[in-house]
């Protein structure tokens, strides 16, 4: 413990596995406020799709980085960051602990070890050259060729995220170094925060059927007439925001690629995946603390119990913050 750095929370792991609902009860039991780690949340209209928690359902827990931007408007890990930083700065002046929760494990790397990106703008006829072989040969082309020359952010980036495959081959390009060897060094720094790192975790099988029964839910909630209204809106399947996963299926739907059955089934399919890539790279991060929901018996007590012993022990918290 560092009783000089300023304490932080993370609560993160793969989609479905119960971040939201266990995050709104460790910020009350903490005295906290919750900064959002997801890529899409972020947007304004996009709820279903996102499962973005319903303002009832905060519990009078302020969050952060939730409906702020429009769905056309930019945002990565830089912006991430800058937000994110604000955030924590506001939370702390009000007498509150920052909780960063979410899955996206490289937004919550860039601040947990203050990660510098480097921004090499001022040559960008190679990235329109990228995006245009995207949109010619398709993101799976242009997936392939990442991995020939950066397998190991191939594995972790989808090919469906254009913009995340152009940025690591733009930076090979510029730098002939791989963007996972910089992300790699990045990751070796001392963070400024003393933190508690939570992963959530569940046994394969019991994921697997939350997912699948949240994606029938989003179904069942009106998911396609979401990306029906967005699409009126003007919202574009170029756009980051429309790649995330159920917009972009949805608008292949729109366009004949599949019957509705087949959306479903895609949409699972696709969900499924994104929480074994997400298992992956919290694996590969450090001082990180497992909660197995499972060998806890899926008691949210048990569970939260076990988090607050851990962060009394990390001195992130002392006896008297717990607000029960």
């Known amino acids: 413990m560092n009783s000089d750095k300023l304490p932080l929370i993370v609560l993160t792991g793969p989609t479905a596995v119960g971040k939201t609902a266990l995050s709104i009860e460790l910020a009350r039991r903490v005295k906290g406020q919750i900064i959002s780690a997801d890529s899409m949340q972020i947007y304004k209209y996009m709820d279903i799709g996102t499962a973005k928690i319903k303002p009832e359902e905060m519990n009078g827990i302020k969050h952060y980085l939730i409906d702020e931007?429009?769905?056309d408007q930019p945002f990565n890990v830089t912006v991430f960051k800058e937000m994110a930083v604000r955030a924590m700065q506001e939370i702390r002046k009000s007498g509150y602990i920052p909780i960063i929760t979410g899955g996206t494990g490289f937004y919550i790397q860039s601040v947990l070890y203050d990660i510098e990106f480097e921004d090499n703008n001022n040559d960008t006829s190679y990235r329109q050259e990228l995006y245009e072989i995207a949109n010619t040969k398709g993101a799976e082309y242009l997936h392939d060729m990442l991995k020939t020359t950066d397998p190991e952010s191939a594995r972790d980036i989808h090919a469906n995220n254009v913009k995340r495959v152009v940025r690591a081959l733009e930076y090979y390009r510029q730098t002939?170094?791989?963007?996972?060897?910089?992300?790699?060094?990045?990751?070796?720094?001392d963070s400024p925060y003393n933190y508690a790192y939570?992963?959530?975790?569940?046994?394969?099988?019991?994921?697997?059927?939350?997912?699948n029964q949240?994606?029938?839910?989003m179904f069942d909630s009106g998911l396609i007439n979401e990306v029906k209204v967005l699409k009126e809106k003007g919202y574009t399947c170029d756009m980051v925001s429309m790649q995330g996963i159920g917009y972009k299926e949805v608008l292949d739907y729109?366009?004949?690629m599949y019957d509705l059955e087949e959306l479903r089934n895609v949409i699972k399919k696709d969900t499924r995946h994104l929480a074994k890539r997400q298992l992956t790279w919290f694996r590969r991060e450090k001082s990180v603390n497992w909660v197995?929901?499972?060998e806890l018996s899926y008691d949210s007590g048990?569970?939260?119990?076990?988090?607050?012993?851990?962060?009394?022990k990390k001195g992130v918290i002392s006896d008297n913050e717990e607000h029960v």
Do not use: A
């Open 198 to 211: 939570f992963v959530l975790n569940d046994e394969r099988e019991h994921l697997y059927n939350r997912i």
């Open 254 to 256: 729109f366009d004949g």
């Open 292 to 294: 197995n929901v499972d």
């Open 69 to 71: 931007l429009e769905p």
């Open 302 to 312: 048990k569970i939260l119990d076990y988090m607050l012993d851990i962060l009394r």
């Open 214 to 217: 949240r994606v029938d839910e």
């Open 176 to 189: 002939g170094r791989k963007i996972s060897e910089h992300n790699k060094e990045q990751r070796e720094n």
